[in-house]
C-alpha cells in the first residue's frame, strides 16, 4: 500500500437518510441472527455437569465445587477428555457441583480464572497445565480457604518450602506406559526401527518419548529410534509430515506424545506402503483408526484425577499434598486392549511382555527411571538412547 | 541425503503446501481488488469445521468440499458486506473476524465430537506421469484433492487476465475512479472478489481437514491464513509465482520434519527449522523488487451509488 | 429587527442549537444523541446475540464489567493488559504515521521479553532493584528496538515491503523464544517457562495484592514521550511528513532512509518495552505462549485511536477491559472463553458498525 492518507470527509460517510440507515440496521440484525443460529448450537450449557446434588452416589456432598481448568478442550479425544472424564466420574459418584473449562491459554489467563473461580466460591481448583506452578501459587495465597492443586508436576525442594498449605500437586509418571509401550513394540516381528511425534520439548513430553525408547531397548538394544519435535499440540497437517518423513526413513511404529494432533499420524500411517501402527496416549482412540491404531497408552489419567478430586471431597488432601501415580500404585501406563491387533503383535510376545515386563514393574524387579532421577534426566532429550537398559533391571 | 528421503521430502512439501496455496490464490484475488481480508485465517477455520461436520454425517469426499465451499461463500457474503458495503476499517475487522470465527469455531468443536473417518482422497498416481523417476512420485502421486488445488492456479491466473470480469476486478483495486467512470459497479466487483477470496480460503481449510482423516481439531489452521497474506505479497499478486512460493515454503516446512533422520543435523536446534521458510520468505521479499499494494487497497469506495 | 431593502422586516440571523433556536439541535448535542443511539443499538444486538448463545445479557455484561473493574485484583489485571496495549499501539501507531505498515509487534514484544528474561534471570541476585529493573527493562527495549531495525533497514536499503518482513519476522521471534525456553534457560522438569527472573527485576508493586506495578507508570511515560517526539521535535515533525507524502518529504530533504530506520527503532522500542512488561511485570519468566496476541490487538487499539498517543491510553483500557472481563464469563455467567471471543469479536465489529468507533478513515 502507499502511504498516501486518504482522509474521506466525514459527510459522505454518514448514511445520508432514514432509508439507508434502516437498511444498515437491518442487514446488521440479520448478520447477528445468523451468526447467533450456527453458535446458538454451540452455545449454552458451556457451564457444565456434574452437578448431582442428592443424585444418589454417597454422601451426597453437593455443597462441594470443584474447577479444572485446562488448555486443552474437554472432548479433544486426548489428555483434556480424560481429566474431564474422570472429574465427572467423581462429581457424579459423589454428587459434587463441577465445572470444567478449557481452552485457556496464556498465564495470565489462567491466573484470572483461577482468581475468578476462586473469588466465587470453589473449594477445589485444579490447574491443569504443569507449566502453571507460579500462577497456582499465586492464587493459593490469595485465597487461603480453596486447595489449588497443579500438575502434572512435582514442586522442587525449594516450592516445597515456601509453598502455601493449601497447595497441592499431582503428577502422572507417564514414562512407565510409554516404558512398557517401548518393550512391547520392540518384541513384535519386524520392527526394527521405531519413532515419536512429539509436540514440545519440556520434561513432561519429554520423558514420554524417552521412555519409550528406553522401554524398546529393554528387549532390543539394537533398535532405531527417530524423534521429531512438532512444536505444536493442534496441527493435524505438520503431524502428518512428521510421521510421514519417518515412514519414508523406514519407521514401523510411532508413539504419539502430542495432543490432538495425532490424527494427522493416523492418516500417513494409513498412507504407507507397508504396515506402519501408531500408539496415541491418553483417550482409547480406537474407533478412530482401527486399522492402524495398535493400542493407546492409557495413562490412567482419568482415574488419577478422579482419585484425587474423592480424596479431596473426602478426608480432604494434606498440607502441601503431593499426589504421585504411576502404573504401580495407580495403573498409570495400562495399555489398552489390543483387540485385532494381537496376531500382529503375536500371542507368545504378548505372555512374554505380561511376564517379562508388566509383572516385574509391579513387583519392582523391573524399576523404571523417574524423571529427574538418573543423569542423563528422562526428560532430557536423548536419554532413551544414552541410558544403560540393565541399570533398571531390563536382561541384558 | 537418500534418494528415497529427498523424494519424501518434495512429496511431503506438496502435501503442506495445498491450503496455503488455497488461501492465497483467495487473498490474492481479494486484494487485487482492493481489499486487504484479514479475516482469510478465520474463513479458513469455517471451512474446516464445516467440512469435518460434512464428513462426519455423510461419510462423502463431495459433501465435505462442498459444505465447505458453501461456508466460504456465506462468509464472503458477511464479509463483503462489512468491507464493502459498510466500508469498515479493513485490518480492525479482519482481526476482529479472525478472532471471532476462531472462537465459534472452537466452541462448535468442544460441543460436537467427530469422529475420524478413512482415507477420504486417496492418492491417485497419474498414469504414465507417475512412473517418471523422481518427478513422478514427487508429483504425479498426489490425492485429487492436490491436483485440484493446482489446476485451480492456471484458472485464476486466467481469470484475472483473460476475462473481463477479471480486467474489471483488478482495476476495481488498481484505479477504482476509472472503473467506476467507465460505468460499472466498484463495490460489485470487490464483493464478488471479497466472495472468492473467503471461498478458496474456506476450500484450503476443507482440504486441510479432508486431508488428515476429516476431522477437525480446534486451532489446526495455525497461522496458515496470516501467512497466506504474506505469500501474496512476495507473489506480486500473479497465481504462478504463489504456486511457487507456495511450494518453496512446503518444502522448507518438510525440512523440518525430514531432518529427524539425517544424523548429521541432529544437533541443530529444532527451532531453526520451524523458523527457516519464514526466513526464506523474508529473504524471497529482499531479493525482489520493491512490490507495491494495488493502488487502492483498502480504501472503502465511497462513489456516487453503486 | 432590521430592515432590508424590501422593507420586509427579517429577524437577525440566529444560529442554530444557540439558546434561541433549539439547544437540542446543537452539534455537540446531536453527537452526544447519536453515540447513545449507537450505544443503544449494539447493547440490543449483543444482547440477542448473549440470549442465543444460552446466557443470561444482564449477567453477562456485569460478568463483563465484575471481571475488569469489580475488584482491586481485576482492576490491576486490566490496567496491565491495557498498559502492554497501549505499548504495542504505539508499535503500530509511530511507523503508520509516518506511512509504514508494522504488523510485527507481536514478534517485538517477544524478542523484548526473550531479552529482558535472558538480562533479568542473568543477574546477582543482590543487585539493587532500580539497577536490575532498570537494565532489564532496557534489555527488552534494546531487544524489541533490534528486532523492528531489522524491518526498517530492510525497508530503507532495499524497499522490501515492511508489512510483510514484520510478519514473517513475527514467526522467527517465536521459534526463537521457543529456544530460550527450551533450551536457554530451561527450568528441568517443568517446561514452558524459563529460569524466573531475579526479584529484584520485578516491577514494584503499586497496590498491595493485586497485579497492579509501576508498569502503568512506564507505559503512560512511553505514550507521553511518543506524543512529546510526534508534536514538539523536528524528528517528529519529519515523521508526519515522510507519511503524508514521501515524495514531498525527500523533496524537502528529509532523509528518508534515517526516518524509515529510527521510526522503526523506536516501534520496536515501545514493544519491546510491552515484552518486558510481560516478562518483569506479570509473569516473572519467559513463558511459551505468554501473549494472547496482544501485538495484533494493539494494532486495533491504534488504528480505533487514530494513532493518537493520548486517544491509545482509553482505547487500550477499553480492549484491555474487554480481554479481562471476558475471564470472569466462565465463573458468573456460564460463557466459555471461546464464547468470549465470539462476544468480544462481535462487540468490537458491532461497535465500527455503529460508528461508535471510528478509526483512521480510507488507510485502513
Known amino acids: ?21 434502516i437498511r444498515r440496521i437491518g442487514g446488521l440484525l440479520l448478520i447477528v441472527i445468523a451468526a447467533v443460529a450456527i453458535a446458538s448450537c454451540g452455545g449454552s450449557d458451556d457451564s457444565s455437569s456434574g452437578s448431582a446434588n442428592g443424585d444418589g452416589g454417597g454422601g451426597g456432598n453437593g455443597d462441594f465445587k470443584v474447577a479444572l481448568m485446562s488448555e486443552g478442550a474437554k472432548n479433544d479425544k486426548s489428555f483434556s477428555n480424560s481429566v474431564y472424564d474422570g472429574a465427572s466420574r467423581a462429581a457424579k459418584e459423589h454428587g459434587l457441583d463441577m465445572e470444567f473449562v478449557g481452552s485457556l491459554v496464556t498465564p495470565d489467563e489462567f491466573l484470572r480464572q483461577g482468581n475468578s473461580f476462586a473469588s466465587s466460591g470453589v473449594d477445589l481448583l485444579m490447574f491443569i497445565h504443569g507449566g502453571m506452578a507460579v500462577q497456582a501459587r499465586e492464587v493459593a495465597r490469595r485465597f487461603p480457604d480453596v486447595t489449588v492443586c497443579v500438575g502434572p508436576v512435582q514442586p522442587t525442594p525449594e516450592e516445597e518450602k515456601t509453598d502455601p498449605p493449601n497447595m497441592c500437586y499431582w503428577d502422572v509418571q507417564q514414562q512407565d506406559g510409554s516404558f512398557m509401550a517401548g518393550a512391547l513394540v520392540a518384541m513384535m516381528p519386524g520392527v526394527d526401527h521405531i519413532g515419536s511425534v512429539n509436540a514440545f520439548e519440556f520434561a513432561a513430553i519429554t520423558r514420554q518419548a524417552e521412555g519409550f525408547a528406553l522401554g524398546a531397548r529393554c528387549i532390543n538394544p539394537d533398535i532405531k529410534f527417530t524423534q521429531t519435535y512438532i512444536e505444536t499440540w493442534t496441527d493435524t497437517d505438520k503431524a502428518r509430515a512428521a510421521a510421514q518423513s519417518m515412514i519414508s526413513a523406514g519407521v514401523d511404529v510411532i508413539l504419539s506424545a502430542t495432543d490432538s494432533a495425532v490424527v494427522g499420524i493416523y492418516e500417513a500411517a494409513r498412507d504407507a506402503s507397508k504396515p506402519v501402527y501408531v500408539i496415541p496416549s491418553y483417550f482409547d482412540a480406537y474407533e478412530q483408526a482401527p486399522d492402524v491404531i495398535l493400542t493407546t497408552i492409557l495413562h490412567n489419567l482419568d482415574g488419577a484425577i478422579d482419585d484425587l478430586i474423592t480424596q479431596a471431597q473426602g478426608e480432604g488432601l494434606e498440607d502441601h499434598a503431593v499426589l504421585d501415580y504411576d502404573f504401580v500404585n495407580g495403573d498409570v501406563g495400562k495399555l489398552a486392549p489390543f483387540r485385532d491387533k494381537k496376531k ?39 536419554s532413551g538412547t544414552k541410558l544403560d537398559p540393565t541399570e533398571f533391571g531390563c536382561k541384558a | 541425503m537418500s534418494e528415497a528421503a529427498f523424494i519424501a521430502l518434495v512429496v511431503v512439501g506438496v502435501q503442506l503446501m495445498v491450503p496455503l496455496l488455497l488461501a492465497s490464490l483467495g487473498e490474492l484475488i481479494s486484494e487485487r481488488a482492493g481489499v486487504l481480508n484479514i479475516g482469510i485465517e478465520g474463513c479458513m477455520a469455517l471451512g474446516a469445521f464445516f467440512a469435518a461436520v460434512a464428513v462426519t454425517s455423510t461419510d462423502s469426499l463431495i459433501a465435505g468440499l462442498a459444505l ?62 507417475s512412473d517418471i523417476p523422481w518427478i513422478g512420485e514427487m508429483f504425479f502421486d498426489h490425492s485429487i484433492l492436490v491436483y485440484g488445488a493446482v489446476a485451480l492456479v492456471p484458472v485464476c491466473a486466467w481469470f484475472l487476465k483473460g476475462t473481463w470480469w477479471g480486467l474489471r476486478t483488478t482495476s476495481a483495486g488498481e484505479n477504482p475512479s476509472a472503473l467506476d467512470s467507465a460505468g460499472y459497479s466498484v463495490r460489485l466487483y470487490r464483493s464478488i472478489a471479497v466472495v472468492i477470496g473467503s471461498t478458496l480460503a474456506a476450500l484450503g481449510g476443507a482440504v486441510l481437514v479432508l486431508a488428515t482423516s476429516g476431522r477437525f481439531v480446534s486451532g489446526m489452521t495455525a497461522g496458515r491464513g496470516f501467512i497466506a497474506l504474506g505469500v501474496v505479497v512476495v507473489a506480486r499478486w500473479y497465481p504462478g509465482r504463489a504456486l511457487l512460493v507456495c511450494l518453496l515454503i512446503g518444502i522448507t516446512q518438510a525440512l523440518q520434519f525430514q531432518v529427524a533422520a539425517i544424523d548429521a543435523l541432529e544437533s541443530v536446534p529444532v527451532d531453526v527449522w520451524v523458523a527457516l521458510p519464514y526466513l526464506a520468505a523474508v529473504l524471497a521479499v529482499v531479493i525482489g523488487r520493491r512490490a507495491r499494494y494495488p493502488s487502492a487497497t483498502t480504501i472503502p469506495w465511497i462513489g456516487q451509488k453503486g | 429587527m432590521r430592515m432590508d431593502s424590501t422593507g420586509l422586516a427579517s429577524a437577525p440571523p440566529v444560529a442554530v442549537g444557540s439558546r434561541r433556536d433549539g439547544w437540542w439541535k446543537a452539534a455537540p448535542v446531536r453527537a452526544a444523541v447519536r453515540l447513545a443511539g449507537a450505544l443503544a443499538l449494539t447493547a440490543g444486538l449483543m444482547s440477542v446475540l448473549v440470549i442465543a ?58 524478542v523484548g521479553a526473550i531479552a529482558s528474561a535472558g538480562v533479568g534471570l542473568s543477574l546477582a541476585p543482590s543487585t539493587p532493584v532500580v539497577v536490575a529493573l532498570l537494565v532489564s527493562v532496557a534489555g527488552g527495549v534494546v531487544g524489541g528496538s533490534l528486532w523492528a531495525g531489522v524491518v526498517g533497514v530492510l525497508r530503507a536499503w532495499t524497499g522490501a515491503n515492511e508489512m510483510i518482513t514484520s510478519l514473517m519476522l513475527n514467526f522467527v521471534a517465536f521459534a526463537l523464544a521457543n529456544y530460550a525456553v527450551s533450551v536457554l534457560w530451561p527450568v528441568p522438569g517443568v517446561g514452558q517457562q524459563t529460569q524466573p527472573v531475579i526479584p529484584a527485576a520485578r516491577f514494584p508493586e503499586l497496590w498491595t495484592n493485586t497485579p497492579l506495578n509501576t508498569a502503568v507508570l512506564l507505559a503512560l511515560a512511553v505514550a507521553a514521550g511518543v506524543w512529546w517526539i510526534l508534536r514538539h521535535t523536528r524528528l517528529g ?29 523506536l516501534a520496536g522500542g515501545c514493544a519491546g518495552a510491552a515484552g518486558a512488561i510481560s516478562v518483569l511485570g506479570v509473569n516473572g519468566a519467559l513463558y511459551n505462549g505468554f501473549s494472547a496476541d496482544y501485538g495484533f490487538i494493539g494494532i486495533a487499539v491504534a488504528l480505533v485511536a487514530r494513532s493518537s498517543p493520548i486517544l491509545i491510553v482509553p482505547a487500550a483500557v477499553l480492549f484491555a477491559a474487554l480481554r479481562v472481563g471476558s475471564d470472569n464469563l466462565f465463573a458468573n455467567a456460564g460463557i466459555s472463553p471461546s464464547l468470549g471471543a465470539v462476544i468480544v469479536g462481535s462487540l468490537v465489529i458491532t461497535l465500527l458498525a455503529t460508528r461508535v468507533l471510528r478509526p483512521t478513515a480510507g488507510k485502513g
Open chain 3, 53 to 110: 448463545l444460552g446466557a443470561n445479557p444482564v449477567e453477562t455484561f456485569q460478568a463483563l464489567w465484575q471481571g475488569a473493574f469489580g475488584s482491586p485484583f481485576n482492576v490491576g489485571s486490566t490496567a496491565i493488559v491495557a498498559a502492554i496495549l497501549v505499548l504495542t499501539a504505539l508499535a503500530f501507531a509511530l511507523p503508520y504515521t509516518s506511512g509504514f505498515l508494522n504488523v510485527g509487534g507481536e514478534g517485538q514484544m517477544y
Open chain 1, 344 to 382: 500382529a503383535i503375536g500371542a507368545e510376545n504378548i505372555e512374554r511382555w505380561q511376564t517379562e515386563i508388566v509383572d516385574a514393574v509391579k513387583s519392582g524387579d523391573l524399576e523404571i527411571p523417574g524423571t529427574v532421577t538418573t543423569d542423563p534426566q528422562l526428560g532430557s532429550v536423548g
Open chain 1, 1 to 21: 500500500m502507499n502511504a498516501q492518507r486518504h482522509e474521506v470527509p466525514e459527510s459522505d460517510r454518514r448514511p445520508r437518510n432514514l432509508v439507508s440507515q
Open chain 3, 237 to 265: 515533525f519529519k515523521m508526519r511528513v515522510t507519511g503524508l507524502s514521501e515524495g514531498a518529504a525527500r523533496q524537502a530533504g528529509v532523509g528518508i532512509r534515517g526516518i524509515t530506520t529510527t521510526t522503526f527503532l
Open chain 2, 68 to 129: 465447505g465451499l458453501a461456508v466460504g461463500v456465506l462468509t464472503g457474503i458477511v464479509l463483503a458486506w462489512l468491507y464493502v458495503g459498510l466500508g469498515l476499517n479493513q485490518i480492525i475487522t479482519g482481526l476482529m473476524f479472525t478472532i471471532l470465527a476462531l472462537g465459534v469455531t472452537a466452541a462448535l468443536f468442544e460441543r460436537y465430537t467427530q469422529s475420524a473417518k478413512g482415507t477420504l482422497a486417496p492418492r491417485l498416481p497419474i498414469p504414465l506421469l
